[in-house]
């Protein structure tokens, strides 16, 4: 949408209207609901520095706690998000060209945020019940994946 609208300005003069509102959108929509994809497959971002050289052991016991910390922070920040989005909704607010009540943009918020928390539990689980440590419930951790086991997929991941 912001391409189209820089090649409309550029060729047909006029900019479309309602082009911020439809890439505010997206980009909301894509970001807050890529949450729970990105954690299911291990592609969260990661500072993995200090994780990569510790033993196997500790390893297993931070890929128990981490997980278990970011779904806290996810159902917490989903909370807040909630308040957030009936307070949109109580005040009516719309976007200016296209009518839109914006609580309904919002609402992928709180959304993302309960589904990545959910996600975020079930790698918990992951690494409770299974002896591998699992980056994401799809994703065992690059440490453990022997190099020539690895598939294209995982040589880009690492």
């Known amino acids: 949408m912001v391409c189209a609208n820089v090649i409309s300005r550029q060729f047909f003069g006029p900019s479309i209207l309602f082009h911020a509102e439809v890439a505010k959108f997206a980009v909301v929509v894509s970001t807050?609901?890529?949450?729970?994809?990105?954690?299911?497959?291990?592609?969260?971002?990661?500072?993995?520095?200090?994780?990569d050289v510790v033993p196997w052991r500790l390893r297993k016991a931070m890929s128990?706690?981490?997980?278990?910390?970011?779904?806290?922070?996810?159902?917490?920040?989903?909370?807040?998000?909630?308040?957030?989005?009936?307070?949109?909704?109580?005040?009516?607010?719309?976007?200016?060209?296209?009518?839109?009540?914006?609580?309904?943009?919002?609402?992928f918020i709180p959304l993302g945020f309960i589904m990545g928390g959910i996600q975020y539990l079930r790698n918990l689980i992951m690494n409770i019940v299974?002896?591998?440590?699992?980056?994401?419930?799809?994703?065992?951790?690059?440490?453990?994946?022997?190099?020539?086991?690895?598939?294209m997929e995982d040589e880009i991941h690492v």
């Open 32 to 51: 807050f609901m890529g949450i729970s994809y990105a954690a299911r497959k291990g592609r969260h971002i990661s500072m993995s520095a200090i994780y």
């Open 64 to 107: 128990i706690i981490i997980p278990l910390f970011t779904s806290i922070i996810l159902f917490a920040l989903a909370y807040i998000s909630i308040d957030y989005v009936t307070g949109v909704y109580e005040r009516g607010t719309t976007t200016t060209n296209l009518g839109i009540p914006l609580y309904i943009m919002y609402l």
């Open 130 to 151: 299974k002896k591998e440590v699992y980056i994401g419930t799809d994703a065992l951790d690059y440490n453990d994946v022997k190099p020539e086991d690895r598939d």
